[in-house]
């Protein structure tokens, strides 16, 4: 299988802190893959290594190989700017751009082509069409991004990442700060939109993991716990600690309370 | 005495220090604006605004201010000009090309502190050195390239402290889009700044309009109206400075209302440049 992502011992630490340890994981084309976990595990730091958004970090130390379509991101050389234009973010909080609805989508489009005005404004309704928001800006294309309800924000910037011709999407929690609607449209586009492109949505809100996600990565820790199909993290999970994060059971006082029994599994082979 | 008791003391005492406090730096405001409008005010007439000094001096006591206003406007500006093409892309290049605690960073905002701390009269030593170096003599770009130096700190300064509080965010959903860090910075991060930008340039602008030592040997001082970069100009802090200067009671008033005059000219460029780029605002990311 083709997948355009893949890492292999992927660690990464903020100064002392170590963010994620040796993740190896590999996210299939034209799927959703969800990131679960609680928070502080690393799922967005694993996120932006993906499109190199982690260096802006300060004391920030990689190691490990990261290939997005079989080129390692890390390498020296490497087009940082082509390689973000693959990929289309959905960031946690909407943040629109400081300008107009139409400046939001068109930012990305002038920024990678020579466009005529009539074209332009072509491509912006297109990606606005495409993000189910064009019906209600269309009549004020030019009013202020930051006017739009927050629902619509986040589609705004589905628009604006989808404006930059991405082949992959990446999601960072994108509907915690929406209200149960938004959040269903932003979920309901996102698997419609899986038929072109490659998913990657942090969550922490397992339910919604549920609804999307074809391929789960379960991060605890910095450490991957289990990574698999949808079907099987969720339905017979391998390790306690993805039965127990399933279930909503306290991760910590499961982890001292079944220790032992843990460690017999890992001790008879089983695996964490 | 009960606990609850001596809190509440504590709070209103505290409350009252600082009604006070505030009052006083208020009321030091207003004295000083009232000194100088009730001094100047009387001496403020079309004359003032649009002539040149009787005979060449500020001592005779004749004619007006106008080879000031207009060398201070055009010294000003020039320099607030000069110093923003240098300030601003070095403040925007701290906050998106530097990361967050960059030893590079931290040495260039050391340097503007110390730079800002000193006094304006060595500025001008320094500009002066400079013309030397140059065979220069004094004159309007001497003036400016040294006022220039005066505002830089502060201006700079001023913008990094407003381009710190634009949210992370914003710099990361333009790169993530594809952007080079120089689109980012000028297409997003300046014009999400720009009110706090322009007030950084108007505050440089004002450290630069309202100084006397820094002018005195690299601008000089004439009579006439500035015409050329390189001549002479006159400017309003050493119009004030000559004017009271004189033994003369009716001289001296003529100092207030060049005083009234400067303080006009700084209220008018403000509220000038508000109103210029009042529609830039309306795209700010509240």
Redesign the interface.
């Known amino acids: 299988m083709n997948n355009p992502i893949r890492t292999n011992l992927l660690s990464v630490s903020y100064g002392q802190h170590q963010a994620l340890n040796d993740v190896s994981i590999e996210i299939p084309a034209r799927k959703i893959t969800a990131i679960i976990g609680p928070s502080g595990c690393g799922k967005s730091t694993l996120l932006k290594v993906f499109n190199r958004l982690l260096e802006l970090n300060d004391d920030i130390i990689i190691s490990g190989e990261v290939f997005v379509d079989g080129q390692d991101i890390y390498d020296k050389g490497v087009d940082v700017y082509s390689l973000r234009k693959k990929m289309g973010l959905l960031p946690q909080k909407p943040f629109p751009l400081p300008m107009s609805i139409f400046e939001n989508v068109a930012y990305g489009l002038k920024i990678h082509n020579h466009l005529g005005k009539g074209k332009l404004e072509g491509l912006v309704e297109h990606y606005l069409k495409e993000a189910s928001l064009w019906d209600e800006v269309k009549d004020r294309l030019h009013a202020h991004a930051a006017k739009l309800s927050i629902g619509q924000q986040q589609r705004l910037c589905l628009a604006r990442g989808l404006a930059i011709e991405p082949e992959i999407i990446l999601g960072d929690e994108p509907t915690s700060a929406l209200d149960p609607f938004s959040a269903e449209r932003i979920e309901r586009k996102l698997i419609e939109l899986k038929k072109r492109y490659t998913i990657v949505v942090v969550t922490h809100n397992i339910q919604q993991a549920i609804r999307l996600a074809d391929y789960v990565v379960f991060l605890y820790y910095g450490k991957v716990v289990e990574a698999d199909t949808a079907d099987k993290v969720f339905k017979s999970p391998q390790s306690l600690m993805t039965q127990a994060y399933i279930k909503g059971e306290f991760l910590d006082e499961v982890w001292f309370d079944k220790e032992a029994r843990l460690i017999n599994k890992v001790a008879q082979g089983e695996g964490i | 005495m009960s606990k609850i008791n001596k809190r509440i003391i504590e709070e209103k005492a505290f409350k009252i220090v600082m009604h006070t406090v505030c009052a006083a730096v208020v009321l030091i405001f207003l004295i000083m604006l009232a000194t100088i409008v009730i001094k100047g005010l009387p001496g403020l007439n079309l004359k003032m605004l649009t002539h040149q000094p009787l005979r060449g001096s500020y001592a005779e006591g004749g004619g007006g201010i106008l080879n000031a206003i207009l060398g201070s406007v055009y010294l000003a500006l020039g320099a607030t000009f000069l110093a923003g093409l240098i300030g601003i892309p070095v403040a925007l290049f701290i906050n998106v090309y530097l ?4 030893r590079f960073a931290t040495l260039i905002r050391f340097s503007f502190d110390v730079l800002w701390g000193i006094p304006s009269i060595v500025y001008g030593a320094f500009g002066f050195i400079i013309m030397i170096f140059f065979h220069m003599r004094s004159s309007l770009l001497a003036g400016i390239i040294t006022i220039a130096f005066l505002e830089l700190p502060i201006m700079t300064r001023a913008a990094d402290s407003i381009l710190k509080m634009v ?14 860090r120089f ?1 980012t910075a000028f ?2 991060i300046f ?2 700044a720009f009110p706090g930008i322009l007030t950084a340039i108007l505050i440089g602008l004002g450290r630069g309009i309202g100084d006397a030592a820094a002018v005195m040997f690299t601008a000089g001082y004439t009579d006439s109206l500035p015409t050329s970069l390189f001549r002479p100009v006159a400017t309003l802090p050493l119009a004030i400075f000559y004017q009271l200067g004189t033994p003369f009671p009716e001289v001296q008033q003529r100092g207030y209302t060049s005083a009234l005059v400067l303080m006009l000219v700084i209220l008018f460029i403000s509220i000038f440049s508000r109103i210029l780029t009042k529609r830039f605002q ?5």
């Open positions: 990361k967050k605690n960059s949210p992370l965010e914003l710099k990361e959903i333009s790169l993530s889009l594809g952007a080079t689109e297409r997003i014009k999400q309306q795209n700010v990311l509240r």
